[in-house]
């Protein structure tokens, strides 16, 4: 079986790194697979797959044009893969043209949404909406990782229901016991390394420093909650943020700057960026708990590491984040949109940790064994493992229709390009590519194309094979 991977990004954070850590095993599982990588853009994952042994292509996307898929197109055409593997929700014109090609499609979506209010992705670009409900019936089997996010989309497809399901992500809880002692015997020493000492306590952020992550409202609160405090124990509190600033948001770098500025002279020894680190494992061993409020996120792996490594969780009550973390069960949930509710929450949790802490470890070791149970690497491997062969028994390559040639894919490329020209309103573009189709339409070997939806171009064939035209059709070369 061969299977085509495609990532929105090669960069380290968290779709794009689970993408590869289940890549990874599936490679040792299924050694019989033909497993292969592209994705748009560059980044350390690509040498971490071809590491792996693992063909990789990266390509490039210049969104100006209106005919920027030729390269995607071209290395399916080059891959011929019976499966397509989508990883993230931005890639749903790739969903509509592997699918356009006749390859079975699987789109792992993990960017959380909500419908009704017009929050988080695909709404980012409103003039769009109806072009994305039309993409989003695209893709035979749809994953996502919580059950609410399922939810939402079916608000946005409403034939994604019955193509879905939920599999949640998975820790590799081998992996990390394995390293769990070497943590903590060196846990002392690194945070004396940042001025941690034993009886203080350090709140952690884990994620990219970017607006939905909420860092600046963080910062805000653990500034308040500072100025509430006496003197002694403001002196006591830490907060550390990890990660980097995220290589495809152009307004990051900005971001980050303008926290840092608001940060008083006298707590910018307390506050601290660390930036992007080789591995997060460590800050959740030295840390006392993990804080992540943002705004729009489906289930993120942050909490899921945190929790595994028996870290204290504060998180958003937003999408999937209370399927893991349920409040005063596995950890603490806050509203986002609420300063007042994160820094009553720091303060509750501080508190606690002086007057009660065996509260606090009774939350930590009941999700530690969650994690355990319902979150591991191989359980979500093996899962996907038995959606892959399955997808693959329900699609024979002898039923495409769709010829691998380069007018095919400049028709798919118009095909989309136009679609998307009808939701935004562009009709100096959309004349131009009606008319062009119009003489396109005169090839007969792209007739079948004209009807882009799988389900249609099936019906059109089986009316063809009962009429008894399909075998001589395809000796004149018009199917295939």
């Known amino acids: 079986m061969k299977i085509l991977f495609v990532s929105h990004e090669f960069t380290r954070s968290g779709a794009p790194i689970i993408l590869w850590r289940m890549i990874e095993r599936l490679r040792i599982l299924q ?4 497993i292969s990588v592209t994705g748009f853009g560059d980044g350390p994952l690509v040498d971490e797959y071809r590491r792996l042994g693992i063909e990789t292509r990266p390509l490039e996307l210049d969104r100006s044009r209106p005919y920027h898929y030729q390269g995607f197109l071209e290395h399916l055409d080059a891959c011929v893969p019976d499966i397509v593997f989508l990883n993230g929700a931005t890639l749903y014109q790739e969903a509509m043209l592997a699918q356009w090609k006749g390859h079975r499609v699987i789109w792992w979506v993990h960017e959380g949404i909500h419908v009704a209010s017009r929050d988080g992705f695909p709404f980012t ?6 072009f994305l409900h039309l993409a989003f019936e695209y893709g035979h089997h749809v994953v996502f990782s919580a059950q609410d996010t399922r939810e939402n989309y079916a608000e946005l497809s409403p034939t994604i229901g019955r193509r879905s399901r939920v599999i949640g992500y998975g820790i590799d809880i081998e992996a990390l016991q394995r390293d769990l002692p070497e943590h903590r015997a060196q846990r002392a020493a690194r945070r004396a ?11 952690l952020c884990v994620g990219a420093i970017q607006k939905r992550k909420n860092q600046a409202r963080l910062v805000d609160a653990f500034v308040r909650l500072c100025e509430r405090l006496p003197e002694e124990q403001r002196t006591r509190l830490h907060l550390l943020l990890l990660g980097g600033v995220n290589p495809t948001d152009p307004h990051a770098q900005e971001y980050q700057a303008g926290i840092e500025a608001s940060i008083p002279e006298a707590l910018r020894a307390r506050i601290r960026f660390l930036g992007l680190q080789p591995s997060a494992a460590p800050y959740f061993v030295l840390a006392d708990c993990h804080v992540l409020v943002s705004t729009n996120e489906c289930s993120p792996i942050a909490n899921l590491e945190a929790m595994a490594h028996g870290c204290l969780c504060i998180s958003s009550k937003v999408h999937g984040i209370p399927e893991v973390v349920a409040h005063e069960e596995r950890g603490y949930l806050v509203d ?7 820094t009553s929450r720091l303060e509750h949790v501080c508190r606690l940790a002086i007057e009660a802490p065996e509260e ?17 690497a191989d359980a979500m491997t093996e899962s996907f493992r038995s959606l892959l062969r399955d997808a693959a028994k329900r699609l024979p390559r002898e039923t495409r229709d769709v010829p691998v040639r380069s007018d095919v894919n400049r028709y798919l490329q118009e095909e989309l390009v136009l679609r998307w020209c009808f939701a935004k309103g562009d009709r100096d573009l959309e004349t131009h590519l009606i008319r062009h189709r119009v003489r396109s339409l005169v090839d007969p070997k792209l007739l079948v194309m004209s009807v882009p939806h799988s389900g249609l171009r099936a019906l059109l064939k089986r009316v063809l094979r009962r009429l008894g035209l399909v075998p001589i059709l395809r000796r004149l070369g018009l199917v295939r």
């Open 336 to 342: 986002p949109a609420d300063t007042s509710d994160i």
């Open 125 to 130: 670009s409103p003039e769009l909406e109806a």
């Open 31 to 34: 050694p019989d697979w033909q």
């Open 360 to 376: 606090l470890e009774a939350i930590r070791k009941r999700a530690r064994e969650f994690i355990g149970v319902a979150h591991t």
């Open 193 to 203: 390394e940042l001025g941690i000492g034993p009886d203080h306590f350090a709140f």
